[in-house]
């Protein structure tokens, strides 16, 4: 659609974008937290998840206004999604603050619109509770209509402008069966990053005594150069940081240490034959 294209390029919303990157850094500081928030531990980004309880409650919610004699499940429904969305919002903003310029312009009005679907859902819960159910029914449609929206444009940023996917996934699909020369073993030096390529798709090579690892070099979360990252220490796991947003991988075995990125990167299966290191798809 030719509204979402203009939106995608809406430089107006930069300054907002800026502003609210700051707010988010400042209320959400504990590394811990923002790992939690995007769904390290997981292994799959944590705010889709939790949408689906705001959004089916209030969906249920719909329905029950529709038949008679629901008005105590209907608040009850209510509540539930009202309540859910707050930590809902918070793990969005939290995913929001490390996406690229244009899919942080779409997430702008994303958020727009499912904050105005908390506030009509807090409304509604504040009529139904005082006994105003039809104005509670109300401003729960403009909800979900707001919720609809909202949706909408959530699907645009993960579908089209792949917002928080895995973006190392698609180069695996171009790597051939078989194994593949990487590099003579005796080239490779200790403890550094190496970038290779097999079928024209980057590879990171890092070698530890006999160990090696060879790993995409395309970061998961926005496919920034990992062999222009750095190599650090966590809790005594050599890991390589990537040097846009900082999503951090444990080098033996590609699982994510630190956000933004929420799965693990892919590390490829290795053999040396005749002194020459050999890889191939999982």
Not at 8 to 37: F, H, K
Not at 160 to 184: C, F, M, T, Y
Not at 187 to 203: E, F, G, H, S
Not at 245 to 264: K, M
Request: charged share 15%.
């Amino acid at each position: 659609m030719r509204a979402i294209l203009r939106l995608e390029q809406a430089t107006g919303l930069d300054r907002t974008a800026e502003r609210m990157q700051r707010i988010v850094a400042a209320a959400i500081r504990s590394q811990r937290l923002r790992d939690l928030l995007h769904g390290v531990p997981i292994g799959h980004p944590l705010h889709p998840a939790l949408v689906q309880v705001p959004i089916g409650a209030w969906l249920s919610t719909a329905v029950l206004d529709l038949m008679p004699h629901q008005r105590r499940a209907a608040t009850t429904l209510v509540a539930i999604g009202t309540a859910a969305a707050v930590p809902t919002a918070i793990s969005g903003w939290n995913d929001w603050a490390s996406l690229s310029r244009e899919q942080q312009r779409v997430g702008l009005v994303h958020a727009l619109a499912n904050g105005m679907a908390i506030a009509l859902y807090a409304g509604s819960l504040a009529a139904r509770l005082t006994g105003r159910h039809g104005l509670g029914r109300t401003l729960g449609y403009l909800g979900m209509a707001a919720v609809g929206s909202g949706g909408f444009l959530g699907g645009h940023l993960a579908y089209k402008q792949a917002a928080s996917v895995n973006q190392g996934v698609p180069d695996l699909r171009r790597i051939e069966d078989g194994w593949h020369a990487v590099a003579d073993m005796s080239a490779l030096p200790q403890n550094k990053l190496l970038t290779r390529r097999i079928d024209d798709i980057a590879v990171v090579v890092y070698r530890d005594g006999d160990d090696v690892t060879v790993m995409l070099e395309r970061c998961a979360h926005q496919s920034g150069p990992l062999g222009a990252g750095q190599v650090v220490q966590e809790n005594g796991r050599t890991c390589v940081k990537c040097p846009w947003h900082g999503s951090t991988f444990e080098l033996d075995g590609g699982e994510v240490v630190h956000g933004p990125a929420s799965s693990d990167q892919q590390v490829l299966p290795t053999r040396v034959v005749g002194g020459v290191l050999q890889t191939r798809l999982p």
